[in-house]
């Protein structure tokens, strides 16, 4: 799907929970054993991921998740001028929407093995189209089928979260943290839901963003060309902490978006903001 300057209306979420900030780091620091996935077995890994799916827009489907919320800081800003630098990253980073996924590129290839790798080190790959791949929260044997709302960015996010911050990639991935939920949302198809919900926040599909978020966050980009990849990072510890917080099921993963959507918008709207690093969110990281 080719994101443009001039989108449609996307219908809105029907609830909102909000939590309390200092709560969720509370239950981020405290860390209550393991659960695994109930049976380890890649079949009920594939069924959880495809009722994550349909229960929240549809078989195969990603689009309509999303709209602006009604709070003033989604409110259109007048016009602002833009740094050559800020205006040159949002132009690269715009770019990197308009890629999808394509599972003939040798190096969209590379990228999906390099992903496995770094996800299992220690696991043989058996190839592109396996089975293996449900292990991780894809949908199927066939993880390109999965990219096909968000396209490429969204390798390239979960990619980044692996390299750079390694320890956190795989606690989330391992639901290391928390008392779990009998049935957890499945990673990779979490991951793909996160970058896409940042892209509508941030407005990256206009010209230039024209809410208060996107604006700000055009600032942070000026500072930091990694800013987007970087706040991907933080929006998926916010998910995870939202989860446990909410003591949230697969079912409740739409409202758990947008409650990290609603406090990332916060965090993003303070005027003490200076680089992406700043953000309080940004402590739930760990390297």
């Known amino acids: 799907m080719r994101l443009r300057k001039h989108r449609q209306c996307f219908p809105s979420c029907s609830s909102h929970h ?20 109930p049976h380890d077995s890649t079949h009920v890994k594939s069924q959880l991921a495809q009722c994550f799916i349909n229960a ?4 195969r489907s990603w689009t309509g998740l999303f709209t602006r919320s009604s709070n003033k800081r989604n409110e259109k800003h007048g016009d602002y001028s833009l740094s050559p630098l800020q205006e040159q990253r949002l132009l690269r980073l715009q770019a990197r929407l308009q890629v999808p996924f394509d599972e003939n590129r040798p190096d969209h290839q590379e990228a999906l093995k390099a992903l496995w790798h770094a996800a299992f080190p220690d696991v043989a790959l058996q190839g592109l189209i396996s089975e293996q791949w449900k292990e991780m929260g894809w949908q ?32 989330l991935l391992f639901k290391e943290d928390g008392k779990r939920a009998t049935w957890e949302y499945p990673f990779a198809v979490a991951g793909i839901n996160i970058s896409f919900m940042l892209i509508k926040m941030l407005d990256l599909c206009s010209a230039k963003p024209r809410c208060l978020p996107g604006i700000n966050f055009v600032r942070l980009l000026g500072e930091d060309e990694a800013a987007f990849d970087v706040l991907y990072c933080i929006a998926f510890e916010m998910v995870d902490a939202q989860w446990l917080a909410m ?5 409740q993963f739409n409202d758990v978006l947008q409650a990290t959507r609603t406090q990332l918008e916060r965090e993003l709207s303070l005027e003490d903001t200076q680089r992406i690093h700043d953000l309080p969110a940004y402590n739930l990281l760990y390297q």
Request: charged share 30%; glycine share 8%; aromatic share 14%.
């Open 56 to 59: 929240m827009v549809g078989p």
């Open 18 to 37: 909000r939590v309390d900030e200092d709560e969720i780091y509370r239950r981020h620091k405290k860390r209550d054993g393991e659960l695994e996935w």
């Open 247 to 251: 003591h949230a099921s697969y079912m």
């Open 140 to 171: 199927g044997s066939n993880p390109s089928t999965d990219f096909r709302g968000c396209g490429f960015i969204s390798l390239e996010n979960l990619l980044f979260f692996a390299r750079t911050y390694p320890v956190s990639f795989r606690r």
